[in-house]
Structures are given as C-alpha cells and as structure tokens.
C-alpha cells in the first residue's frame, strides 16, 4: 500500500507533515486518491507538490534486472 494512504498510522505523522515538502507521483492514477486522502486534509498544501510524468509500460523487476547499480548494492555481501 502507498504510504501516503497510511501516514496517519506513523508514529508522530503530524509532526512530519508539519516539517517535510512531499512530491506525489502520479503513478497508476492515485493522484486523485492523493488528494481525497486523511494526508491532503491534514497537510498544508503548500507543502504537496503534485508530479505529472509520463507514464512507461514496464515492470519494476524489469527495470531492477537491468539496473547495474542497483545489482552491486543489492548483491549479498
């Protein structure tokens, strides 16, 4: 589940809202969940940068496969 719908289940959640600027991704249409959640009725929404980015057809595990980077700091030391 995105963190954003369950902030408010965070140990001092008001607190971080209070203190952290937050960019929320559009992914897979949450946007508009985003903005009707407990979070967007509690947060100053000056804080709340939505980001609109265009959308790619692929997989995460795809793209963690294919990543050099994320092979060296994920391999087992």
Do not use: G, Q
């Not at 008001?14 to 203190?19: A, H, P, S």
């Amino acid at each position: 589940m995105d963190s954003i719908m369950t902030i408010h289940a965070w140990e001092n959640w008001k607190e971080i809202i209070r203190k952290v600027r937050f960019a929320l991704f559009d992914r897979e249409n949450f946007l508009h969940k985003y903005m009707r959640s407990r979070f967007i009725s509690c947060v100053d929404r000056k804080r709340v940068s939505p980001v609109l980015i265009k959308k790619k057809d692929i997989s995460s595990t795809l793209l963690r496969s294919e990543n050099e980077w994320y092979k060296r700091v994920s391999e087992p030391k």
